[in-house]
Every structure is written in C-alpha cells, then in structure tokens.
C-alpha cells in the first residue's frame, strides 16, 4: 500500500513523500486517515526536532510522520486482532501510549516517534503496542471531524479531573473541580478554551455555579459567546461571563468582585504568559487550584507565585499535559451524544497545506486548522468561503453546508 505523508528529518525539515508501505504483521492494522487537527504540539516538535523529548535521535536516516489529532477507518486488520476489529471500522487513536519499549521509551507516540504511524499520512500501519495498550478507539458517531478533536478534548476533560482540593484535617486530595463552585478560564477563547467551555457546558456529573472567561481581544470573545451563549449557559445553572481584561485597570481586583470578593476555586491558565499566571494566582480562593493548562516552548519558563497563600490559604498548582485514554473514551462518547467540537475549527486544508500550516502555526490566527488528507486544498479559512464561493463551486458549497449546520458565523480572524 502506498501512502503519502509529512515527514519529518530534523528541525523544520518536513517533506512530504509518497512511499511504500511495509506489508502488515498479523499483530498490526493498516488504516486510512480521513482528517488531521494540527496541534500546537506539532509546531514544537517540528521546529525542536531531536532535541524534542518525543522525537528519536535519528529522524535524519528515518524519518517520522507528524500529526497525532486523527481520526479515519480500518483497512486491513491483522489477525491477532481480527476478533475486536473489523475493516470500515472509524477509530481515533490515544496517541499518549506510556509504552516503555517504544522507540524513545515511556514518551513515544504516533505523531512523534513512529515511521509508520502519524495523522498527517493517507494510510498508516497501527503497531502492536496501540492495540495491546487500548489506545485505538472506536468511534460511532458521524463523520470523522469529532474523532480527530477528541485528543484536544480529551486534555481539557483531564484537566478538569486533575484539579483537586483538600479535605480540612486531613491529607485526603478530592480530584475533580468544585461542584457548585466558582471558576476562571484565562486567556480562554482559542481553540483549547472553547473546547474547555463546551465541555463545562455539557457534564452532567458536575458543573460551576460561574465561568468566567476572559481575553483581550473582543472579536474572539465576541465569537466564543456566539458559539457558546451565556442563555444556553443560564438554562444548565451556569453563570457564564466572558470578560475582556484589557482595559481593566486591575484585572485580578475586578475579576475577584465578579465573585463578592470570595475568589475562584478551579482557574485554568490557557497560554504561557507570566502576567496571565500571576492573575490566575491572585485570584484563587481559600483551597483554590491553579491548573497552569498551556505548555511553554521555553524549559526555563517560570513566573513567580504567592507562597504566603499557598502556606496559609493552601491554594496549589497543578499543570497537566494531555489527557489518558479514559479521557479520550469520554470524550468519544460525548461526541457521540452528540456534543459537536465543530466550533474549535476555523480552517481546513489538505496534506499539502500541513507544512507551511505546521511551522508557521503561532503566526496564523484562529482556532484549530483541519486537514483532509486525501485532497489537495490549501489552508482555508471557514469564514472565507462564502467570498471564495463567488468563484468557485466547492467553496459555494461548503459555505452553504456550513451556514445549514451554523459551523460559521460573522466572526474574521484579525490577520497579524
């Protein structure tokens, strides 16, 4: 089987080839990708190369395939795993496997480590260790879009079941955010925050009494409050405020008097910015979690905290990377219900459009780029289309579907 994929050989070398494929072994499945979701992860691997802690040493002789956000069907299944899979099979794949024989040890994932294995491919070969670890998922619902966001959904859902906060008298951790409590999502309107809203929005097992979500630019803010209303909030017994901090004239003061002065009990840090951190700070409550979500290209990235709150008040730090294979399972299982992550996409694009999309990812604004694999497009962005469809049918046509389905509204993104 011959696939053609984006290759990566060292820093911010990807090349896109067309190559061969090793026939299957019977514990090893081949499979179609249909769609990619470009992560932030991807611009830092690609332009740390080896020096990337999930990248193999010798990408320079074999190359690895990028992308870990797919979803797609099964080809052909090994017969090892004939009895649990089928071919037609849609799955999406946990890509943090924890798998200690892997080609850079405990920290090797598809996407990353493996020459065989990454979204951004038309055809891949799924290794023994996926299965064996329970990492391929399956997928019911429809279409394949939901699937390839349920890796960035899944990290928020652990994030919100990594938090934790203390039992008086005792040493005992309760994970999980306050039921009924107060909380803040910072910087929260790019693609991760939206996907952290839509899932407060649709737990059922607990909610906040307030979210407030803040930013500093008002047409995204704008955007985040069209997909996700503070009516549709209200009618689930949210509070949901979106905030733009850039003309407070201090921010943690006000954003504190959002709750009568008690503060916030779970806030979440949505990017790498010392000020953003130290407001987060300034703003938890007695036992309140900091979850520092945004992952900083910088190792010596620090910002400075409130150790008298921390003894006193006992507020604590949490950071978490990704989430883990039941929370990719609860996020499939969302989607299937029926939450639609359609709202995180503003671009799409095909395979020769992931490159360019890849290096230059912080400069292009919006929220998540989807790549289709299997077509020639280069990266688009949804709220264009209607223009594009003047001229071109495609265009015409995608801008009608989205428009029935209400995927794009008003909202353009501020080019930079």
Not at 207 to 227: F, G, H, N, Y
Request: charged share 25%.
């Amino acid at each position: 089987m011959k696939t053609k994929a984006i290759r990566l050989y060292g820093k911010k070398d990807l090349r896109m080839e067309e190559f061969e494929l090793p026939e299957i072994k019977d514990d090893e499945i081949l499979a179609k990708v249909v769609c990619d979701s470009i992560c932030m992860s991807s611009y830092k691997a690609a332009s740390q190369g080896t020096d990337h802690k999930r990248i193999p040493d010798d990408v320079a002789e074999n190359p690895i395939m990028i992308g870990h956000e797919f979803a797609g069907e099964l080809v052909q299944v090994g017969s090892k795993w004939s009895s649990q899979f089928k071919v037609g099979d849609k799955f999406s794949i946990q890509p943090a496997l924890n798998y200690e024989n892997g080609p850079v040890g405990i920290l090797s994932a598809p996407g990353y480590s493996y020459q065989h294995i990454g979204g951004d491919a038309t055809y891949v070969i799924v290794p023994n260790e996926v299965m064996e670890l329970g990492c391929l998922l399956p997928y019911k619902g429809q279409g394949y879009y939901p699937a390839s966001l349920s890796e960035p959904l899944s990290c928020v859902i652990g994030a919100m079941h990594a938090n934790y906060h203390t039992t008086p008298g005792s040493y005992v951790h309760k994970m999980e955010i306050v039921d009924g409590g107060k909380m803040a999502i910072l910087a929260g309107v790019g693609p991760m925050g939206l996907a952290a809203i839509n899932y407060v929005l649709q737990r059922e097992d607990r909610k906040p009494s307030l979210m407030v979500v803040t930013d500093i630019d008002q047409a995204r803010l704008d955007r985040a409050e069209s997909l996700y209303s503070v009516e549709s909030a209200r009618a689930k017994g949210i509070d949901l405020r979106y905030v733009n901090t850039k003309e407070m004239a201090s921010p943690a003061e006000e954003l504190k008097d959002l709750t009568g002065g008690y503060g916030y009990d779970d806030v979440f840090v949505f990017a790498p910015v010392v000020p953003i951190i130290e407001q987060a700070d300034a703003i938890l409550a007695f036992d309140g979690c900091l979850n520092f979500f945004a992952g900083p290209s910088n190792p010596d990235f620090t910002a400075p905290l409130n150790f008298y709150k921390i003894h006193y008040e006992f507020t604590h730090i949490v950071g978490t990377s990704g989430g883990n294979t039941d929370d990719m399972k609860e996020a499939l299982q969302l989607m299937g219900k029926g939450l639609d992550p359609a709202g995180l996409v503003t671009h799409i694009g095909g395979l020769d459009a992931v490159i360019d999309t890849t290096l230059r990812l912080p400069e292009i604004p919006g929220g998540k780029k989807l790549i289709y694999t299997h077509v020639e497009l280069p990266l688009t962005a949804i709220s264009d289309f209607e223009e594009k469809g003047k001229t071109n049918t495609v265009f015409a046509e995608l801008h009608a579907s989205c428009q029935k389905h209400k995927v794009c509204g008003t909202w353009k993104p501020k080019r930079l």
